[in-house]
């Protein structure tokens, strides 16, 4: 009986007994910059609702930009460590030893756009028109623009047409008041172009290949710093597989886009349509040294038509900038060693 008592006792004060819990070490954490209604929220929404970054263990910590100048800031002063950018600008700053390092994410390119009742059916009847231009004079539309119009036809656009240099949603909005008759502007507003029946002259897509770049290349992707890299290759690693795993999702699932709708802002059906049709044309398929090839064909066609304004002096491409996720060995150096 004694024992029983004894034992009956142990028991009770275990019931009752506080317990601590043993509590899991917090995720380390991602901080991104993104523009604040730009289409990359699209794949950060998808990370989050899919717990993508919990799958590779980091927390993604999304903080919304007003522009591309303020997101550079945010990476150079260390408040963010990943932002969405072009790989020019990166090989720009390597040039002059700021290390910063690109991994591909879209090729979505826009292109031009005339209105639908007007007399403009190809480049060869640009001159002097006026011509709507997002992104500024060494826009990389623009600057391929160019290039093939001298290539195919010897016309001179600088000199050719009157250029008219304004924001992307401003340019869309005067074509649909009709007070603009043609705009170069980037893919997600040429895909609500495209829905809302204006004509299209030619892609940006179509230029590229006029001028013998044949390959799907990156125009835009995740940049961080060589040193944050460096010391947070897991982390890196784990955040590009999270990305590319919500692109997956996009390309593949009709009912995701039904979810991130609102995050579109479409106005309608077609546009909501050509949104995804856009989309899921510039998602970057594969990358390696032929898509490394013709990128560097390409930057020395745009250093040749925008110069030190474009390059910064950087008269070649830097092979070694460019990262890419594997499955297998984490984030490789695609470049490495053929610079």
Do not use: C
Request: no cysteine; net charge neutral.
């Amino acid at each position: 009986m004694k024992f029983k008592a004894i034992l009956i006792a142990l028991i009770s004060t275990a019931i009752l007994s506080p317990v601590t819990p043993v509590l899991a070490e917090p995720l380390p954490t991602v901080r991104v910059a993104v523009l604040q209604f730009g289409t990359v929220n699209w794949e950060m929404d998808v990370i989050r609702r899919h717990e993508l970054d919990k799958k590779y263990h980091f927390f993604l910590d999304v903080t919304p930009v007003g522009g591309k100048h303020a997101s550079a800031i945010s990476l150079q002063s260390h408040a963010v460590d990943i932002i969405y950018g072009d790989w020019i600008w990166v090989n720009r700053q390597r040039f002059n030893n700021r290390m910063f390092g690109f991994s591909p994410v879209s090729a979505a390119a826009g292109g031009l756009y005339a209105q639908s009742n007007s007399p403009v059916v190809s480049i060869k009847d640009l001159e002097g028109q006026r011509l709507g231009i997002a992104g500024g004079s060494v826009d990389k539309s623009w600057l391929l623009l160019q290039a093939y119009s001298k290539q195919a036809l010897d016309l001179d656009l600088v000199k050719s047409v009157e250029p008219v240099f304004a924001a992307p949603p401003l340019l869309n909005q005067l074509m649909y008041d009709d007070k603009l008759p043609l705009i170069l502007n980037f893919w997600h507003y040429s895909a609500r172009l495209k829905a809302k029946g204006f004509k299209k002259v030619i892609s940006v897509q179509e230029v590229m290949t006029g001028l013998g770049v044949t390959r799907q290349v990156p125009l835009v992707g995740w940049v961080f710093t060589e040193a944050w890299r460096q010391e947070n290759n897991q982390l890196l690693s784990g955040f590009l597989k999270a990305s590319q795993d919500a692109r997956e999702i996009l390309l593949t699932s009709d009912q995701e886009w039904q979810r991130i709708r609102h995050l579109t802002r479409a106005e309608d059906d077609q546009v909501f349509e050509a949104l995804k049709e856009g989309y899921r044309a510039g998602v970057q398929r594969q990358f390696g040294m032929d898509e490394l090839d013709a990128l560097e064909k390409l930057y020395a066609i745009m250093a040749r038509e925008g110069g030190d304004k474009l390059t910064g002096g950087a008269d070649s491409l830097d092979r070694s900038l460019f990262w890419h996720p594997d499955a297998e060995k984490g984030v490789i150096q695609i470049g490495k060693g053929v610079n």
